[in-house]
T-cell receptor, first 112, second 114 residues
C-alpha cells in the first residue's frame, strides 16, 4: 500500500462545478496534511494545510480531514479553467522523521 | 522577491559525468530540501538540511551528495550520472519543519542523462 494514495485522474469538470480531489494515507500517526498545486512545467505551491478533523475553508477551497478513515480531500467550488493543474496531497511524517510524503497527484482539467 | 533560485533550468549529461545543481534562498530559512519528481509521480525527498552544517538523507539519497556551508545555499552533487537520475529536481525551503509549515519551491532543474 502506498503511503499516500491519490486517484491519478485525469479528472475533468465543467467550469463552475465543484471539483473533488481525494487522498488516503496509511500512517495513522500523521498529524499534518497539505495540498499543493502544480501547473504543468512549474513548481508546486501550497493551496491549503489541515491538522484537525473536519473542514477548513479558504475562499473557493475546502480541505476535509477524517483521521479515523485516514482520508483527506480538497473541494474546489466554482471551478475555473485557471484551476487546471495537478494537485499533490502530502502528509507530514509522524515521529522524528520530520518529512513530507507526497502522493503522485491528481490532474484536474476545468473545461470552459 | 527572489525566493528559491535554482540553476541551471535544463541540463543534458552523459552517463558517468558529474554536475552540481545550485540552490539558493533569500528568505533566511533554516530548512532546505532537495526533491526529485519523475513523470506522473509525486516528489521524493533526496536530502534535507535543518541548518548550516547539518544534512541528512531522505528517501532516495543514493547517487547524490549535498553540503550546507551557509544558510542560503544548498547545492546537490550528482556523481557518475546514470539514466535513472533523469528527472526534474526541485529545491525547497521552509521557515520551520516542512511537515508543519509552507514550503517554497524553486522553479526546478530538468535533467536528462543519456
Amino acid at each position: 500500500q502506498k503511503e499516500v494514495e491519490q486517484n491519478s485522474g485525469p479528472l475533468s469538470v465543467p467550469e463552475g462545478a465543484i471539483a473533488s480531489l481525494n487522498c488516503t494515507y496509511s500512517d495513522r500517526g500523521s498529524q499534518s496534511f497539505f495540498w499543493y498545486r502544480q501547473y504543468s512545467g512549474k513548481s508546486p505551491e501550497l493551496i491549503m494545510f489541515i491538522y484537525s478533523n473536519g473542514d477548513k475553508e479558504d475562499g473557493r477551497f475546502t480541505a476535509q480531514l477524517n483521521k479515523a478513515s485516514q482520508y483527506v480531500s480538497l473541494l474546489i467550488r466554482d471551478s475555473q479553467p485557471s484551476d487546471s493543474a495537478t494537485y499533490l496531497c502530502a502528509r507530514g511524517s509522524s515521529g522524528s522523521a520530520r518529512q513530507l510524503t507526497f502522493g503522485s497527484g491528481t490532474q484536474l482539467t476545468v473545461l470552459p | 522577491n527572489a525566493g528559491v533560485t535554482q540553476t541551471p533550468k535544463f541540463r543534458i549529461l552523459k552517463i558517468g559525468q558529474s554536475m552540481t545543481l545550485q540552490c539558493t534562498q533569500d528568505m533566511n530559512h533554516n530548512y532546505m530540501y532537495w526533491y526529485r519528481q519523475d513523470p506522473g509521480m509525486g516528489l521524493k525527498l533526496i536530502y534535507y538540511s535543518v541548518g548550516a552544517g547539518i544534512t541528512d538523507k531522505g528517501e532516495v539519497p543514493n547517487g547524490y551528495n549535498v553540503s550546507r556551508s551557509t544558510t542560503e545555499d544548498f547545492p546537490l552533487r550528482l556523481e557518475l550520472a546514470a539514466p535513472s537520475q533523469t528527472s526534474v529536481y526541485f529545491c525547497a525551503s521552509s521557515l520551520q519543519n516542512i511537515r508543519d509549515t509552507e514550503a517554497f519551491f524553486g522553479q526546478g532543474t530538468r535533467l536528462t542523462v543519456v
